[in-house]
């Protein structure tokens, strides 16, 4: 899986620089058949990033580029104190909590740092941080692998360890936010972690400023049938408004 996830991504790479490819050179250069290419191309359309055509495919929609969490840090910051201050508003001492990686996400740790009786699970090291001496809160840390770009916890072991646990609320971070596409990231194993929370929370709360809507990354998390709620900016176009609505999602627009 991870071969084919490289593989979809180097695809996915040249046709960004290219515009297009064709499967007759990809065959060669990946060392794979003409059908596991065929595959690869075709997941691609679905997922909205290319349109094939004959012998090939066409880029269809340009991935957003990925920041490091330090460069993150500085993109709509004021933005994502006001979700974070919204978001913070929806969780209840006693609650049980995962606070996903992310920068959005941690200011929403920052919020709930003075709140009482409250229990998070984490794969972000920097809420993880942020939540270190916050004296009502239990903390709690997914095993696995850490990746730097991101300073996150995944991998098999961050999975295996959410599955003996239930809890009242996930707030996730996303790269992309489409109406048709669901949320994806740009990062298969977080994707596949990602999932892993949806599947443990009652309630699934996506904080995203609204510069992620209309975007597509590689990997998808979950449709949006999966989400509960929407914490977003006053920069939200009309068509995503009236598409949660259609879709029966709880907006908040933080102020």
Known sequence: M??????????????????NV??????????????TIRADLSALE??????????????QR?????????????????????????????VQPGDNIIIDSGTTTMTLARQVRSLSELTVMTNGLNIAWELADAPGVELMLTGG???KQSLSIQGAQAEACLNVYNFDKLFLGVDGFDLQFGITTHHEAEASLNHRMVERAKK????????????????????????HTVITDAGIS??????????GLELIIAE
């Open 145 to 147: 692998l850490l990746r």
């Open 204 to 227: 699934v709360i996506v904080l995203t400023d609204a510069s992620k809507f209309g975007r597509v990354s590689l990997h998808r998390i979950v449709a949006l049938e999966r989400v």
């Open 2 to 19: 991870r071969n084919t996830s490289q593989r979809r991504a180097q695809i996915l790479d040249m046709l960004v620089e290219r515009g």
């Open 238 to 247: 009309p068509e995503y408004r009236d598409g949660l609505a259609r879709l």
């Open 62 to 90: 340009t991935p957003p580029p990925e920041h490091s969490i330090r460069q993150k840090d500085h993109l709509n910051a004021s933005l994502k104190e006001r979700i974070g201050v919204a978001a913070a508003r929806l």
């Open 22 to 35: 064709q499967v007759s050179e990809l065959v060669p250069k990946f060392g794979v058949s003409a059908v």
């Open 46 to 59: 679905a997922q909205g990033l290319a349109t094939r055509s004959h012998g090939g495919a066409l880029l």
